[in-house]
């Protein structure tokens, strides 16, 4: 077990010096560096831009997050359910699959309240 | 040391003539595993990496012959080096960081999308004993690393200080996280039919199969993993033609490249996944007596899968954004629901009858997604035609989108029962 997590975070590390060594040759050694202020403008059709940057979210983008964030963990939930599928009777699958249905029943709620309608 | 060893099992072959080599030279045996780890590791992500010079060659070549173009062909044969020229361009143009970016959200962001994509194919077995690792959660740690790649654009868009990378990463929430959902609820059909979440067993379990038993979850599988790679018809977070290139708008030289390399490898992901999950992995006649034949079985699976993703971007145009949600939380997420309900019920009422055979099993699920498509084909054609009445009825005024074509789409937008709450979008 610690041997596969091993691999795993070899292998995140090697996925991180892949990319990052033609970035650092690219940006360190091999481009050329001729900034000045107007190349390092915001790109906006060559238009200069007018007031900040990180405007607020619209609203409706953390509707959207919620309802994902409810579904993504009910979903895990159901993971180890799977797993053990052999070992479990018929009527703990009925429960499971009410369970589904309430999970069914937030996404009927939010669709009924409005909430997956984009405005 | 036996030869034909190195014809039913490769890996292991190179692997005890390495651990022979180090423990000559007096090397620990925890120090030799690392090194044995950190040699595969690098095999599979330089695969990884490399894989992509050929993918973008190819997919541009095919894309060519789609619009009747011609496509790449002067450097090297059929223009099969043109990608290596590409990278050495990027390699040598100027590296931007805009004013007032935060930097350093804005330096990780490419790399982040890389390890996000690389990091999937160390649990994917390319044949029966030729894999990086099994982990026992495979298929959610794939879930799991696949949406840091969502993170990451997120980041790129976030930190770039530009109004349209900003519009690129709002998208991002909502289309990549959205798409998360059926996408997390589809792969639970396979775990159901397998009982394991480790993608080895998922392969071995598959006698037959798995798009035969779950031919709904695969396309919902497939349909949303396109969604998350961010391609046509999806492709609402780089829509040129909109927001000009989206997330990656302020990036240049390689970490342009690198969010490019991961574009790329995901959609091949996106086959592989599909290979694995449902058509069988390395399955074939004679993979498991001569693994290097599973490879070949396993690649020629997630090419086509890859090949499909490359016809789905040159044959449709972009999805409107608000159809875009409707077909996500409307459609696919109550289908993906019932494909498990159904997967889950049938599968034990199956299991409880006795009726032990692989193939009686996939035929009667196989029987049930029938059933459901039928059902949901019923729904959307009853919502389409009350939705028709309805605009009908409100004004009549004949938009061109309205043939079977666009009632179908709309048809996405609205479920019977949801009449009243649902006002008819303004054309």
Redesign the interface.
């Known amino acids: 077990m610690l041997?596969?997590w091993?691999?795993?975070g070899?292998?995140?590390l090697?996925?991180?010096i892949?990319?990052?060594v033609?970035?650092l040759?690219?940006?360190l050694i091999?481009?050329?560096?001729?900034?000045n202020?107007v190349?390092?403008?915001?790109?906006?059709?060559g238009i200069e831009?007018v007031g900040d940057?990180?405007?607020q979210?619209?609203v409706?983008?953390y509707i959207?997050?919620l309802?994902?964030v409810i579904?993504?963990v009910e979903?895990?939930f159901?993971?180890p359910f799977?797993?053990?599928?052999?070992q479990?009777a018929?009527f703990m699958?009925?429960e499971?699959?009410i369970f589904?249905?309430i999970?069914?029943g937030g996404?009927i709620y939010a669709?009924?309240k409005?909430a997956?309608?984009?405005v | 040391m036996d030869l034909s060893q190195l014809f039913s099992d490769p890996v292991g072959f190179v692997r005890d003539l390495l651990v022979q080599l180090l423990a000559s030279l007096g090397l620990a045996d925890s120090a030799i595993?690392?090194i044995l780890?950190?040699i595969?590791?690098?095999i599979?992500?330089?695969f990884c990496?490399v894989l992509p010079l050929f993918l973008i060659w190819f997919e541009r070549r095919v894309v060519a012959r789609m619009q009747d173009r011609i496509g790449p062909n002067r450097v090297g044969p059929q223009g099969a080096l043109q990608t290596i020229a590409d990278a050495i361009k990027?390699?040598?143009?100027?590296?931007?960081?805009?004013?007032?970016a935060d930097k350093l959200v804005y330096?990780a962001a490419?790399?982040l999308s890389?390890?996000a994509v690389?990091?999937m194919w160390?649990v994917v077995p390319f044949a029966v004993n030729i894999l990086?690792?099994?982990?026992n959660v495979g298929?959610?740690?794939i879930i799991s690393v696949g949406s840091l790649g969502t993170l990451a654009i997120m980041m790129g868009g976030?930190s770039?200080?530009?109004?349209?990378a900003?519009l690129g990463a709002?998208r991002t929430?909502?289309q990549l996280?959205?798409y998360?959902?059926p996408l997390?609820?589809s792969l639970?059909v396979p775990?159901?039919l397998a009982?394991?979440?480790d993608l080895g067993t998922i392969i071995e379990k598959q006698e037959v199969w798995f798009i035969v038993a779950a031919p709904v979850a695969a396309l919902i599988f497939f349909a949303t993993s396109v969604a998350e790679v961010g391609r046509t018809p999806f492709d609402l977070l780089e829509a040129e033609s909109e927001i000009?290139a989206g997330f990656h708008?302020?990036y240049t030289?390689?970490?342009f490249?690198?969010f490019f390399?991961a574009e790329f490898l995901h959609a091949f992901t996106v086959g592989a996944l599909t290979a694995v999950l449902f058509l069988g992995g390395w399955r074939g006649p004679g993979a498991e007596a001569y693994p290097l034949l599973g490879v070949l079985y396993f690649m020629f699976k997630a090419f086509a899968g890859y090949f499909l993703v490359i016809l789905m971007r040159a044959a449709l145009p972009r999805i409107r954004?608000?159809h875009m949600?409707?077909l996500n939380?409307?459609f696919l997420?109550?289908v993906s629901?019932a494909a498990?309900?159904l997967t889950?019920?049938g599968?034990?009422?199956i299991?409880?009858a006795g009726l032990e055979s692989e193939w009686l099993r996939a035929g009667l699920l196989f029987l049930g997604n029938l059933v459901l498509v039928w059902v949901v084909y019923w729904f959307l054609s009853a919502s389409a035609r009350r939705m028709r009445a309805e605009e009908e009825g409100a004004d009549d005024h004949a938009s061109p989108g309205h043939d079977d074509h666009g009632a179908s789409h709309e048809a996405h937008a609205v479920l019977p029962g949801?009449a009243g709450?649902?006002a008819a979008p303004a054309h």
């Open positions: 041997n596969e091993t691999f795993i070899l292998f995140l090697m996925g991180a892949f990319p990052g033609p970035i040759l690219n940006s091999l481009g050329p560096k001729k900034n202020p190349k390092n403008s915001p790109y906006e059709c831009t940057t990180w405007v979210f619209k409706q983008y959207f997050a309802v994902f579904f993504d979903t895990i159901l993971f799977a797993v053990a599928f052999d479990v018929l699958v009925v499971v699959v589904i249905l999970l069914a996404l669709w009924r409005g997956l309608q984009w | 595993n690392v780890a950190a595969g590791v690098v599979i992500a330089s990496l990027l390699l040598i143009k100027e590296d931007i960081t805009p004013i007032g330096n490419p790399i890389v390890i690389i990091s160390a990086g690792t099994r982990l298929a959610l740690y976030w770039s200080n530009n109004k349209y900003l709002f929430v909502a996280v959205s998360e959902a997390l609820l639970l775990v159901i009982r394991s979440m000009v708008i302020e030289g390689m970490k490249g690198m390399v954004i608000d949600l409707d939380w409307k997420v109550p629901l498990i309900v889950l019920l599968d034990k009422l299991q409880t949801d709450a649902h």
